[in-house]
């Protein structure tokens, strides 16, 4: 981003939208368009529906739980809770690097090449015959798909203008909710047939990885590594692309990594605060992915039952994902949204706490398993709405999901064998995140309005400075205005 071309980014860009197709010309915003409509149906239906089967195998253990998993296996105590913990503990130690590391690789390979390793790992978990061997499978499991959200994450912030990054993000998230709404019947199925010599739950996990592992072949033909070098645009699309996300500043087929960048995002506070809301999301919204099949059954369903009424709790966090970026835009901001759906989320839990009424537990179930998946996907869309450079996105897309990501670890351990039906330790800590999570968006949001009126009232100037120089202020360009 160079210093002549300032006044002709105001002219394309829009400082508070990334671009207003009011300023575009006709032959612009239709050509926008097309390339809009093509990156969708190619490029976000294989990461989506990926992120679907990604949602698959990470249910699988809880569905092959209550499938036998845990009498052939011997699992006793808190063994299944170390099963549950070691995924995050794995993708943990893994994000960090992992988008820094598809910047020097091939994205299309990268992304496609976590989907295949992980379908492995899930089908040798079949063959599992000790809980040791379970949890280190699981530590493996989240090793090798650490790579995909994150990445994900930032290869759709480089695809799409920054106003339609939201959407896109939410249609992303909410396909985990399709991979939900699957799972349940698909395993009910699945632990009722004789295949071979294979125990039910073995048929969960072969099932699964083998779905997940023909989708990841299909990835080196039909992703592409960055716009610039698509060749399923035309000419016109990847010119008007780049322009566009050349004043946004957030061209990335450079694939130099700026150790500057890097810094910034450490230091920078707004990440981290992200980060606490990514943490205490994720902490409510596992409790339906890692124990709603138990949660059910111990209101007196069968373990089949139990498996197929998770299609419609795993239904209701699909609406609420797929609803973020209309209640985004209906409230005004992402902020606005998250705080309803937090308030929404401690109802339910609140509900779960102090009624002992399986009918009312139900129905908290189904409230929190709708609202608690909103900030989730709200708060790592808000992030990368807001953040410019070529390396700085992908930096905190990787800081926000490997710390926010340890949100359900503490999950994982606070849901108790000992403690069914009621579950208060678990309502009760992830009650808790929930209202950490609300005071941390309106610290936030009003960092970030702070920030616009300091701002407007300041008007700097950076035609002293050099392109690399513009390049690194990244979002403290004075001309850069945070999304609410």
């Known amino acids: 981003m160079d210093s002549q071309p300032q006044s002709e980014s105001t002219a394309l860009v829009d400082t ?147 106003d339609i990054v939201r959407r896109r993000m939410g249609f992303f998230f909410a396909s985990a909710g399709l991979g939900g709404i699957a799972v349940g019947p698909l395993c009910s199925l699945l632990s009722s047939v004789k295949v071979y010599k294979l125990l039910p739950w073995q048929n969960i996990f072969i099932f699964i990885g083998m779905v997940s592992l023909s989708w990841s072949l299909l990835g080196p033909f039909i992703l592409e590594n960055y716009p610039d070098q698509a060749q399923f645009l035309t000419y016109d699309e990847q010119q008007l692309i780049l322009r566009i996300m050349v004043h946004q500043n957030t061209v990335a087929s450079d694939q130099q990594v700026r150790m500057k960048q890097v810094k910034m995002a450490l230091v920078d506070y707004k990440i981290w605060l992200w980060t606490i809301i990514d943490f205490c999301a994720n902490a409510a919204t596992q409790v339906n992915g890692m124990f709603g099949p138990s949660i059910i059954e111990n209101q007196g369903y069968s373990p089949q039952a139990a498996q197929a009424l998770t299609a419609l709790t795993n239904f209701m966090a699909f609406s609420g994902m797929a609803s973020i970026a209309y209640f985004a835009r209906l409230l005004h901001g992402s902020s606005t949204a998250i705080i309803l759906s937090n308030l929404l989320t401690c109802c339910g839990f609140l509900m779960a706490l102090f009624s002992s009424s399986s009918t009312v537990h139900m129905a908290a179930l189904f409230l929190f398993s709708f609202a608690s998946p909103q900030p989730a996907a709200h708060g790592p869309a808000w992030e990368m709405a807001n953040l410019q450079g070529n390396t700085k996105p992908a930096m905190a897309a990787a800081i926000t999901s490997a710390f926010g990501g340890l949100g359900p670890l503490a999950t994982a351990f606070v849901y108790r064998e000992q403690d069914r039906p009621q579950y208060i330790l678990g309502h009760s800590v992830c009650l808790s995140m929930t209202i950490l999570c609300l005071v941390v968006t309106l610290v936030l949001r009003i960092a970030l309005d702070r920030e616009n009126k300091l701002r407007n009232r300041r008007r700097q100037l950076v035609t002293e400075l050099t392109d690399d120089e513009i390049q690194d202020l990244a979002d403290n360009h004075p001309d850069f205005r945070y999304q609410l």
């Open 16 to 162: 508070n939208d990334s671009h207003d197709s009011s300023l575009l010309s006709l032959k612009d915003q239709q050509c926008l368009a097309e390339y809009i409509c093509k990156c969708d149906r190619r490029l976000m239906f294989y990461l989506c529906m990926g992120y679907a089967t990604d949602s698959l195998n990470k249910m699988a253990l809880a569905n092959a739980k209550i499938a036998g998993l845990s009498q052939d296996l011997g699992l006793q105590g808190s063994d299944i809770n170390w099963a549950l913990g070691m995924y995050y503990v794995g993708c943990f130690f893994f994000q960090l690097p992992s988008n820094l590391l598809l910047k020097k690789t091939q994205p299309k390979l990268w992304l496609s090449g976590s989907l295949f390793c992980w379908s492995l790992v899930t089908i040798a978990t079949a063959f599992v015959q000790s809980p040791e061997q379970l949890i280190w499978l699981r530590f493996c499991f989240g090793a090798v798909q650490s790579g995909y959200l994150t990445g994900s994450m930032y290869y759709i912030s480089f695809w799409y203008p920054r």
